[in-house]
């Protein structure tokens, strides 16, 4: 396979994750702004995590492996299980689902951000041992994670202005599914 072609299709698997979350998360009301710092951190956080990935190599990932899963799943199943309680909530007394929502605090966009972006650092530490260049794999992976969460975002807005609490139930499966999908070894 083209180099090329290696690193615009890794960027792009690496981004699913992004992607989910933010259809997930993006039921509540956001500027343009929000989405940014939601894109910008979903990005950020897949690159960086797969460059510590990529120098830590294969002498760190001995020590997380067996627990790196279940750190993915318990901060996923977190904010899975409080979205469904919000969306529960809102679906039972009508008149909170009516109150001006703002949108998820920039902690839990980290957490989130952070959560999906624990497999870049097991394909950044594949990066490293198989000593490609990873300049280029950094870059595709954060541009893609951008891209994917400003798309997730925007297309849960069009989803959500009618289906506000019931996006929040599908928002907090998603998150449950990707937090089970973590668990796989």
């Known amino acids: ?105 920039f902690t839990k966009i980290l957490i989130v951000s952070l959560a999906t972006s624990l497999d870049a650092f097991g394909v950044g530490i594949g990066l490293g041992i198989s000593q490609k260049p990873i300049i280029p794999f950094i870059f595709s992976i954060g541009i893609w994670a951008f891209s994917t969460t400003m798309l997730g975002l925007h297309l849960a807005r069009k989803l959500s202005s009618k289906f506000g609490p019931i996006m929040s139930l599908v928002g907090s499966f998603v998150l449950g599914v990707l937090a089970f999908q973590m668990l796989k070894i």
């Open 1 to 105: 396979m083209p180099f090329f072609l290696e690193v615009i299709i890794v960027g792009l698997i690496l981004s699913a994750d992004s992607f989910s979350a933010a259809v997930a998360m993006g039921h509540r009301p956001f500027t343009e702004k929000d989405a940014f710092k939601f894109a910008l951190s979903s990005g950020g956080a897949e690159a960086i995590v797969a460059l510590i990935g990529a120098l830590a190599g294969s002498q760190i990932i001995s020590r997380f492996q067996a627990v790196d899963h279940w750190i993915a799943f318990t901060l996923l199943m977190g904010i899975a299980l409080h979205m469904a309680y919000e969306g529960i909530s809102h679906l039972r007394s009508p008149e909170a689902a009516e109150e001006k929502l703002e949108f998820h605090s």
